[in-house]
């Protein structure tokens, strides 16, 4: 799987948008970007996939940039319930061995 | 409701014991997962089950055992020989095939202390 790079900690105004970054430069085209979050001593939780195409659900956006190299997720309007560290994954779709979750980024949301 | 659950919450045993974590899913998914999580870190792989009565080595399964007889169930032993079990545990389920997102559901984790 390719490796990620995330920045350690990041902070954000409650209400803003919360943009958190990934750097996944040496994905191959059959690779999809997954993002996970865990707040504090839980389970992490599945947010949002994509291929290349931007997506969105209920809980965020993600937006990859066009040569598949980088990601952004979105979080449009965050809550204080949104603080959590945050990881970006990225794997073939469908694989049954594990996922590699690397130390993600630790989102504090501001009142 | 479906869903993982994983008992007990908070686990104390002296070192030298082994100690057995539970992992129970409802969600028909084939396969299943251990992770161990350290402070501070991510999560890493023990061992997986992609089916009934077979099992894989994850990146650490030094010092631990799994066995898979229900679909339902796949409990972790630490024992002995794990030198440092101190950790938060966590259970992890999901569907296979290339046809499928891979997401993976996960339990709320155990935290075993050993002193």
């Known amino acids: 799987d390719a490796k990620t790079t995330q920045p350690t900690s990041m902070d954000c105004a409650e209400g803003r948008a919360a943009n958190l970054p990934c750097n996944h430069s040496t994905i191959s085209g059959n690779e999809y970007v997954y993002w996970y979050r865990q707040i504090h001593s839980q389970g992490p939780q599945y947010i949002i996939h994509?291929?290349?195409n931007n997506e969105t659900n209920e809980m965020a956006s993600l937006i990859i940039t066009e040569d598949r190299k980088s990601s952004t997720l979105i979080l449009p309007h965050a809550t204080l319930r949104d603080t959590a560290v945050y990881y970006c994954i990225v794997r073939v779709r469908g694989g049954a061995d594990g996922l590699t979750f690397g130390k993600g980024t630790h989102l504090i949301i501001q009142p | 409701d479906g869903g993982i659950t994983q008992s007990p919450k908070y686990l104390f045993r002296k070192e030298g014991q082994n100690v057995t974590l539970s992992c129970e899913q409802n969600l028909n998914h084939d396969a299943m997962y251990w992770y161990r999580q350290d402070p501070g870190q991510g999560l890493r792989l023990i061992y997986y089950?992609?089916?009934?009565?077979?099992?894989q080595k994850g990146d650490i399964a030094e010092g631990y055992s799994v066995s898979r007889e229900k679909k339902e169930s796949f409990p972790l032993t630490v024992t002995s020989a794990q030198k440092n079990p101190t950790a938060f545990y966590l259970c992890a389920s999901s569907i296979v095939g290339t046809a499928f997102i891979y997401e993976q559901y996960f339990g709320p984790g155990t935290r075993l202390t050993v002193t």
């Open positions: 089950s992609q089916i009934v009565n077979d099992f």
């Open positions: 994509g291929l290349k």
